[in-house]
């Protein structure tokens, strides 16, 4: 499935609308070249769960940590300073049991040490937008594809 968004906003939208219909549990791989969304989509997703505050940018920690209203954490990682998926031990993700969300960046760089993905999406600038290729893991992320997009009909 691929899918055009015209601006930022389309992007913060289409992150809402994912946000919104999330599995319980998820892990969430966001692909593709620098530039093309994918911290823009993170923040978005992390807003319309409600988390406050400030949002970083991993680029530089690798991995921060919120707490969710609603429960449980999630993890927002950037991967793309690492040399190999063996220093993801040094991050200390290792003990995630309340994470409840997982949004990596720049996945193909802790193939191994990662959970597997529910959802991999893959960003790309495509003119003044960007557009998104879905790549669902399971039934489960094709189910939450389903849910987004009948979201996004009702709004």
């Given at each position: 499935?691929?899918?055009?968004?015209?601006?930022?906003?389309a992007?913060?939208?289409?992150?809402?609308r994912?946000?919104?219909?999330?599995?319980?549990?998820?892990?969430?791989?966001?692909e593709?070249?620098?530039g093309?969304?994918?911290?823009?989509?993170?923040?978005?997703?992390?807003r319309?769960?409600?988390?406050?505050?400030a949002?970083?940018?991993?680029?530089?920690?690798l991995?921060?940590?919120?707490?969710?209203p609603?429960?449980?954490?999630?993890?927002?990682?950037?991967?793309?300073?690492?040399?190999?998926?063996?220093?993801?031990?040094f991050?200390g993700?290792g003990?995630?049991?309340?994470?409840?969300?997982?949004?990596?960046?720049?996945?193909?760089?802790?193939?191994?040490?990662?959970?597997?993905?529910?959802?991999r999406?893959?960003?790309a600038?495509d003119?003044?937008?960007?557009?998104?290729?879905?790549?669902p893991?399971?039934?489960e992320?094709?189910?939450w594809?389903?849910?987004?997009?009948?979201h996004?009909?009702?709004?």
């Amino acid at each position: 499935m691929l899918i055009h968004l015209p601006d930022e906003a389309a992007t913060q939208a289409l992150a809402a609308r994912m946000a919104l219909t999330r599995p319980p549990r998820a892990v969430l791989w966001l692909e593709g070249e620098l530039g093309a969304g994918k911290s823009t989509f993170a923040r978005a997703f992390l807003r319309a769960l409600g988390v406050t505050g400030a949002i970083r940018s991993p680029t530089y920690t690798l991995v921060e940590r919120y707490p969710l209203p609603a429960g449980g954490d999630a993890l927002h990682l950037d991967l793309y300073r690492i040399g190999n998926a063996g220093e993801l031990e040094f991050l200390g993700i290792g003990d995630a049991d309340d994470t409840t969300l997982w949004l990596v960046e720049w996945p193909e760089r802790g193939v191994g040490a990662l959970p597997a993905p529910t959802l991999r999406m893959r960003l790309a600038i495509d003119g003044e937008g960007r557009s998104v290729e879905f790549a669902p893991g399971d039934a489960e992320a094709r189910e939450w594809l389903q849910r987004a997009h009948d979201h996004a009909l009702e709004a």
